[in-house]
């Protein structure tokens, strides 16, 4: 059943969107992937790796500050979404490779109008921030 704003309770259905404010909601739990940090550091890596196959290591080098456990993490989400894909070379250890999917590699583009809209306003930001933080020290 489709409400006045074209949502529904049920996505799914042709040009029927999802609740963004429900938990449920497909798209509310996309977004939310793709607002995740490591996952829009991880598109634009394996963007610009595009289209060779970067080793788990590699991602892990070029993403400083995660973990192990997340970026398995991280990488399996998108795999499960198939903005990625994983393949496996027998060896002991075995090595794994990961490339974006041509549906990940569209997602590139967006995520740069992020990143740009950030650098282009990290300053007035920042001046936001020091001055909320000055705000709070008086009390």
């Not at 496996?88 to 590699?105: I, K, Q, S």
């Not at 992020?114 to 009390?139: L, M, P």
Request: charged share 25%.
């Amino acid at each position: 059943m489709t409400g006045q704003d074209g949502t529904s309770a049920s996505p799914g259905e042709p040009g029927v969107t999802g609740d963004l404010f429900s938990p449920a909601c497909p798209t509310r739990q996309l977004l939310d992937r793709i607002g995740d940090k490591w996952t829009s550091m991880l598109v634009k890596v394996l963007a610009e790796a595009h289209p060779e196959e970067l080793g788990f290591a590699q991602l892990r080098r070029c993403a400083p500050g995660v973990s192990h456990k997340m970026l398995s993490q991280t990488l399996q989400s998108l795999r499960r979404d198939g903005l990625v894909t994983r393949r496996v070379e027998p060896a002991v250890p075995p090595r794994v490779y990961y490339a974006l999917t041509d549906l990940g590699l569209s997602l590139d583009a967006p995520l740069a109008v992020v990143r740009t809209w950030a650098e282009r306003h990290i300053a007035t930001i920042e001046r936001a921030r020091i001055a909320f933080g000055k705000e709070h020290d008086r009390g």
